[in-house]
């Protein structure tokens, strides 16, 4: 299986690391730069945007992350950061999903909510969390979207390149995160391919 990494500076890492191990991944909590290498995959879990992007910039994984070319999963904040634009927030995208992203845009913390969500790709609706969610805005015609809530993109794909505006990692069902490793397999094998 895979070795898959998550951006530790803060947020909800603890739980995507229990449901990466879930599933037999091997994991990492990165913190700097040089700890990417060995990764097959990263995930940006959600939590503080705005405070992830300045801690990136302090251990100088703002420029390593985009220059990763391997598949990296974005859950709440992290589609945030992922994203070509935030509105509002010109210096905190990494720019690397060409989608456009309003953070917050589902109000408040006493404004989470919960709900039954068709998710291509999956067999079964989804129970997605969604806390102080983003939505986008905006997507060109490179983006897949792979969910909708409400008129608003709430799951996306472009390349390699995976993001969600609600949370997987606070449900006991793996199969979001699933997805993901399928596509962190096939891009070893795409590598392996043309070594």
């Given at each position: 299986?895979?070795?898959?990494?998550?951006?530790?500076?803060?947020?909800?890492?603890?739980?995507?690391?229990?449901?990466?191990?879930?599933?037999?991944?091997?994991?990492?909590?990165?913190k700097k730069p040089s700890e990417l290498s060995s990764l097959d995959g990263l995930i940006i879990p959600g939590g503080e945007s705005t405070a992830i992007k300045r801690l990136m910039d302090i251990?100088?994984?703002?420029?390593?992350?985009?220059?990763?070319?391997?598949?990296?999963?974005?859950?709440?904040?992290?589609?945030?950061?992922?994203?070509?634009?935030?509105?509002?927030?010109?210096?905190?995208?990494?720019?690397?999903?060409?989608?456009?992203?309003?953070?917050?845009?589902?109000?408040?913390?006493?404004?989470?909510?919960?709900?039954?969500?068709?998710?291509?790709?999956?067999?079964?609706?989804?129970?997605?969390?969604?806390?102080?969610?983003?939505?986008?805005?905006?997507?060109?015609?490179?983006?897949?979207?792979?969910?909708?809530?409400?008129?608003?993109?709430?799951?996306?794909k472009q390349r390699n390149i995976l993001v969600s505006s609600f949370h997987p990692e606070l449900t006991g069902d793996s199969r979001l995160l699933e997805l993901f490793v399928r596509m962190v397999?096939?891009?070893?094998?795409?590598?392996?391919?043309?070594?």
């Open positions: 299986m895979p070795h898959v990494g998550v951006l530790g500076l803060q947020g909800a890492v603890s739980e995507h690391i229990k449901q990466l191990e879930s599933i037999g991944c091997t994991t990492a909590i990165i251990y100088g994984l703002t420029e390593a992350i985009q220059s990763f070319n391997k598949p990296i999963f974005g859950t709440c904040a992290g589609m945030v950061l992922l994203a070509r634009d935030v509105t509002g927030n010109p210096d905190l995208p990494l720019g690397l999903i060409d989608l456009a992203v309003q953070r917050n845009a589902s109000g408040r913390q006493r404004s989470s909510f919960e709900t039954s969500l068709t998710i291509k790709g999956l067999d079964k609706p989804f129970n997605a969390i969604f806390i102080r969610a983003p939505y986008c805005l905006q997507a060109s015609e490179e983006v897949e979207i792979l969910a909708t809530h409400d008129g608003h993109i709430v799951a996306a397999i096939m891009n070893g094998s795409k590598n392996s391919s043309t070594a």
